[in-house]
């Protein structure tokens, strides 16, 4: 039987039986408990966020301990094994209370970033936007300064897509302190500060490849680095904010936006001696067609200068050298791939101060691994960590003990996500597991590096948190463990991790399960796809969280409600990760497929028959994708500030995994030229002001869609910047999906009071 005729008369059935009380689901019970369920599940969990913080270079920290009884700031000491209240919170509470004219509570003291003084004397924090020290004697409070606030892109909510200014730039003092370098007329000049004289260095600068304002001293002050640009052709895209808050009439803005196939600015580094006042010119042909080059370093001696070089479409990546003597410019390290590398996710680079040697991330034998070079032959010297497991990050480097820590997944049975810390030698000898415990590991360490505090848990394991030596994973003290037995009175599940094969029947495709509070295995319910598809990571939780936002509000309403992670997202295998090259209309949807089919056959409450996914950004572009290219599994979609069409979007992320030049696979995995394959519902919710992904993306899927013939509905927020289109538009996806996937009627919103 046809399927679309199946869903039909399914539906008809479904909402006979949805009549009767006894099986109602989408009621507005239901959106009551759905809309408070966080509230419902928060602060039900105790003895877990313990925040730890070491006491400078000693083997102290400090953490916060919260039970029924309220906050409480404990001091654990690592060498003697004990724990004790760090401070009278009483007292703590009073005079700041005094000082700031606030009542303040002690049993949920609200302050944050505590540092306490080495001789434990006294006691820093944060408090309603400002720095505070408590004298922990005489419990006096005094007010330091105003919080450092936090960074936000570019100061004003905007995204930084654009390419920097390379003229404007302050003048950059020599390490001597006896010479600045600035640019004058598209040159580079130095000023002798004690003289007062000034000299031009460079002659060969002008309009259209000029010097830039960032330059590189030499250690010794004898030499500088600085680089001719040739600038790009700047992307601007406009917007109109309709509904601006403080006029009536609509606001406009311009911001720099790169898209891929955008030309982008060239740098050609060039040696001046600054004693000699001598122009050392570099070859420009060993750089051709840059995307990027960064991460400039000198040597010592002043004597060579590094650099990292990305060839546009991100599959050639070098470490060169320039020779600061003669100009010669040399490959050290020639890192190249036929799909792409991930400069962006794994690159990773430490220079070996006194042995000249580099430890280099790379996944050339298919996973991300480290490896050790000779800096000054460019030869391999050794692999460092080697097995079918990644590299996820390196925590530190002892150059003197010739040892790393590093974060990696994937070694230890199980969820080959779940991070762990490790230990090896330079030469990948010595591999030591620090964190044994069946999780996922958040390690803080102490200031001399003898400690870490290691937190772990799963989303089906609450928190806990012990120090362990630093040396071989020893556990030296228990901290805390959590409580949960006020969140399961409630009716709260564990999400369940489940795993089915991929599409190559061999690879285990890992992901969750949310089931509501009032789940019955005797019903029947729909199928909801939390999608984020993005290459540059993955994005199944592995941490435990009494809730997962809208996935359990979703949840409650009457599905359940899924997240997995398909090939083509990363922190697995080369291979795996190399699905998206080219084909981010892929997103992993044979994997997810097979994966609820299997989810469904174990639980056959779960209606394979009725499915429905959502995500935003990417997942904005997956979830529309789901109906264009797998209608025959996806029936219902809401898809938020989706990239609909990879030429629209920026430059880096695009080329990254789409590469370079643009071509015809641009056109195959955009959902615009194929909005005519669109079947099932689909939602598209899109915010007018989104600095991330370009709103005129979704506007061009949405006329497509018209021209197509296609019945859709589309939701544009005034003034909202890149999100899923807040509270309104998280009830909007929730009514799309109770009348689509339930086939009940949402509530009347326009007849509810305020």
């Known amino acids: 039987m046809n399927r679309t005729i199946v869903n039909g008369l399914l539906s008809f059935m479904l909402a006979g039986m949805l009549a009767s009380p006894g099986n109602a689901q989408g009621t507005e019970k239901d959106y009551e408990r759905a809309n408070s369920i966080d509230r419902k599940l928060s602060g039900k969990v105790w003895h877990s966020d313990i925040r730890p913080a070491w006491v400078g270079k000693t083997e102290m920290l400090i953490f916060e301990d919260r039970s029924p009884e309220g906050k409480d700031f404990i001091l654990a000491d690592a060498v003697k094994k004990t724990k004790k209240k760090a401070f009278d919170a009483v007292k703590l509470a009073e005079a700041l209370g005094r000082v700031t004219g606030d009542t303040v509570k002690a049993a949920d003291l609200p302050v944050r970033n505590l540092v306490m003084a080495d001789d434990l004397k006294s006691v820093s924090f944060e408090y309603s936007g400002a720095v505070y020290k408590c004298d922990l004697k005489k419990y006096t409070v005094t007010r330091e300064r105003e919080a450092r606030r936090p960074y936000s892109w570019g100061g004003d909510g905007r995204w930084p897509w654009g390419f920097r200014n390379e003229l404007t730039g302050r003048p950059d003092t020599s390490p001597d302190k006896k010479m600045t370098a600035f640019i004058r007329d598209y040159n580079l000049w130095i000023r002798m500060l004690k003289e007062k004289k000034e000299y031009q260095l460079s002659y060969d600068g002008g309009i259209g490849k000029y010097y830039s304002a960032s330059v590189y001293w030499s250690p010794d002050s004898k030499k500088i680095m600085a680089y001719k640009v040739i600038p790009a052709e700047k992307h601007m895209i406009s917007y109109v904010e309709s509904s601006p808050a403080d006029q009536v009439q609509p606001k406009y803005y311009t911001y720099e936006y790169p898209k891929p196939g955008d030309a982008v600015p060239q740098f050609f580094p060039q040696i001046f001696d600054v004693t000699e006042k001598k122009h050392i010119v570099v070859d420009e042909t060993m750089i051709p067609n840059q995307y990027d080059l960064e991460n400039f370093r000198w040597d010592s001696l002043g004597t060579s200068l590094t650099f990292e070089y990305n060839k546009r479409g991100h599959q050639v990546y070098?470490?060169?050298?320039?020779?600061?003597?003669?100009?010669?410019?040399?490959?050290?390290?020639?890192?190249?791939?036929?799909?792409?590398?991930?400069?962006?996710?794994?690159?990773?680079?430490?220079?070996?101060?006194?042995t000249g040697e580099i430890i280099w991330a790379s996944e050339r034998d298919g996973w991300n691994h480290l490896w050790l070079y000779d800096g000054n032959t460019g030869k391999v010297k050794n692999q460092i960590t080697k097995g079918d497991w990644v590299v996820r990050g390196v925590v530190s480097v002892d150059e003197k003990e010739r040892n790393i820590i590093f974060r990696a997944s994937g070694r230890e049975k199980g969820d080959p996500y779940l991070i762990h810390y490790y230990r090896i030698g330079f030469d990948g000898s010595g591999l030591t597991h620090l964190t044994p415990a069946d999780g996922n590991h958040e390690a803080v360490f102490s200031g001399d590096g003898k400690y870490f505090v290691d937190t772990w848990s799963r989303v089906d394991l609450p928190p806990v948190s012990v120090i362990r030596s630093s040396a071989d994973g020893s556990e030296v003290l228990k901290l805390a463990e959590a409580d949960v037995k006020d969140l399961l009175a409630t009716g709260w599940q564990y999400p369940e991790v489940f795993t089915a094969k991929g599409r190559d029947g061999v690879t285990d495709i890992w992901g969750i399960i949310i089931r509501p509070l009032n789940y019955d295995p005797s019903r029947k319910y729909p199928v909801i796809e939390n999608i984020y598809a993005g290459p540059h990571s993955s994005f199944v939780p592995k941490t435990f969280r009494p809730t997962f936002g809208n996935m359990n509000s979703l949840a409650e309403l009457g599905f359940i409600v899924v997240q997995i992670d398909g090939m083509g997202t990363s922190n697995r295998s080369k291979k795996f990760h190399d699905v998206a090259w080219k084909n981010i209309k892929d997103a992993g949807f044979p994997d997810r497929i097979l994966w609820m089919k299997a989810a469904a056959e174990k639980y056959p409450y779960i209606d394979v028959e009725r499915v429905g996914v959502y995500g935003t950004s990417a997942g904005g572009q997956n979830s529309a994708a789901a109906l264009l290219f797998h209608p025959e599994f996806y029936d219902v979609a809401v898809s938020s500030c989706g990239c609909h069409d990879n030429r629209m979007d920026k430059i880096w992320w695009n080329e990254a995994w789409m590469g370079w030049p643009v071509d015809q696979s641009y056109i195959e995995s955009s959902n615009v030229e194929n909005a005519w394959r669109l079947k099932g519902k689909l939602l598209l919710i899109n915010g007018e002001m989104d600095n991330n992904v370009d709103p005129a993306s979704t506007t061009q899927f949405v006329d497509a869609l018209i021209k197509a013939g296609k019945d859709f509905d589309y939701l544009l927020v005034p003034g909202m910047q890149h999100s899923s289109g807040g509270t309104y538009g998280e009830r909007r996806r929730q009514d799309f999906f109770v009348e689509n996937l339930l086939g009940v009627k949402a509530p009347d919103w326009n007849k509810k009071e305020k």
């Open 318 to 354: 070098r470490v060169m050298r320039i020779d600061a003597g003669t100009g010669k410019m040399s490959v050290i390290i020639d890192e190249q791939s036929p799909t792409f590398i991930d400069y962006s996710g794994k690159r990773y680079r430490y220079d070996v101060k006194n």
